[in-house]
């Protein structure tokens, strides 16, 4: 009888395990697709339930990072890019976002220290460093002017 016992257990332990991952699979695949809809509300309400059930999902805090530059609200962008990067340092388009929140805020430095993380990571977005690092050149002010 303990054997039984034991046995439902862990079905019942491993059937509640597989569900949490398929249901965090959904909400990301859902948000996703709502997202790309241009359902930015229903998006990100589904990307913060898969954050619910897989705290670690870098993509879902990407999406929402995304979903803010869409609504302009900076602060909460910039915020789900430094989680993304926390979890995933070499996400080459957290990165490549992050770099251009600082070229806005004149964060040169910054942009610098991103963009030599971002030129050992890129795989597809590697043009874009470069534009990036032209507009640095252009903007930054030159050392030797008085």
Not at 7 to 25: A, C, P, T
Request: aromatic share 12%; with cysteine.
């Amino acid at each position: 009888m303990k054997k039984i016992l034991n046995f439902i257990f862990f079905f019942y332990l491993i059937l509640g395990v597989s569900n949490n991952v398929l249901g965090n699979d959904n909400f990301f695949n859902k948000g996703l697709e709502l997202y790309k809809n241009k359902k930015y509300n229903d998006a990100r309400f589904m990307f913060e339930r898969s954050i619910v059930f897989n705290p670690k999902n870098s993509n879902s805090y990407l999406y929402l990072a995304k979903i803010y530059n869409v609504e302009e609200d900076k602060k909460k962008e910039e915020k789900n890019l430094e989680t993304t990067l926390l979890i995933e340092p070499d996400n080459e388009e957290a990165i490549l976002m992050s770099m251009k929140i600082a070229l806005e805020k004149s964060n040169y430095s910054k942009v610098k220290d991103l963009s030599k993380t971002f030129t050992k990571v890129c795989e597809k977005l590697c043009k874009e460093n470069k534009i990036i690092l032209e507009t640095l050149e252009n903007i930054e002010p030159k050392n030797n002017e008085s």
